[in-house]
């Protein structure tokens, strides 16, 4: 006869190996979670990670607009000619959100053109991100399918790539754009551009 002295072990037992997958999964879910949000990568700085198509013609662009915005679309037109800064963009993408405003303010700059690839966004929720942070882009693109984000060699977004009047990628950022940044890496590399195309 079993009592109940004895069925108590046997449910401890039970219970620890039921926790124990569920502490290895949680410790390795903390770890990946900690390597994404550090943007780290076997100790590398996903940002740092240089882009095989810098120095290359950026790819084309043949976009359809975002339905329901005055923004045009964006095709090769609304970038030839000018330096511009190509930034790939989500409504859902947390980080995206929090790069805006800078983004915001570059659009200020009269040497620049900002344009957005939306990537795989549901067009009302990409309008009410936009309807409530604000509009920096001369033109929008969607990329329900992620084909345009290939062919720029996206990693995950946000991502922005600064292109030469020419057509040239000059400059790569991955991951959100925040104030150093901006001050250290994107504003000089506009610097450059400038003067090289006043040369």
């Given amino acids: 006869m079993t009592t109940d002295s004895d069925t108590q072990p046997k449910r401890r037992t039970t219970r620890v190996l039921v926790l124990i997958p569920l502490a290895i999964f949680a410790g390795f879910a903390a770890i ?9 990568v076997n100790g590398l700085d996903v940002s740092a990670i240089p882009s095989a198509l810098i120095g290359k013609q950026a790819p084309s662009l043949s976009l359809p607009a975002l339905d329901g915005s005055q923004t045009p679309a ?4 609304a970038i030839r000619g ?7 963009f989500a409504s859902w993408c947390v980080p995206c959100r929090q790069e805006h405003p800078l983004l915001t303010e570059l659009a200020k700059d ?14 009302d929720n990409a ?12 033109a929008i693109g969607i990329d329900p399918n992620g084909k345009a984000a290939i062919d720029w060699g996206v990693y995950g977004i946000p991502e922005s790539y600064l292109v030469g009047p020419d057509g040239t990628i000059l ?29």
């Fill in 110 to 123: 009269p040497r620049l053109t900002i344009v957005g690839i939306n990537y795989k966004d549901r067009n």
């Fill in 74 to 77: 964006l095709t090769d037109a």
């Fill in 127 to 138: 309008l009410r991100f936009l309807g409530e942070l604000g509009n920096p882009y001369d």
């Fill in 32 to 40: 990946a979670g900690k390597m994404l949000y550090d943007q780290d």
């Fill in 82 to 88: 000018k330096l511009t800064l190509v930034n790939v």
């Fill in 171 to 199: 400059y790569k950022r991955v991951g959100p754009f925040d104030e150093r940044s901006v001050v250290q890496d994107l504003l000089p590399a506009i610097e450059t551009a400038v003067s090289a195309a006043k040369s």
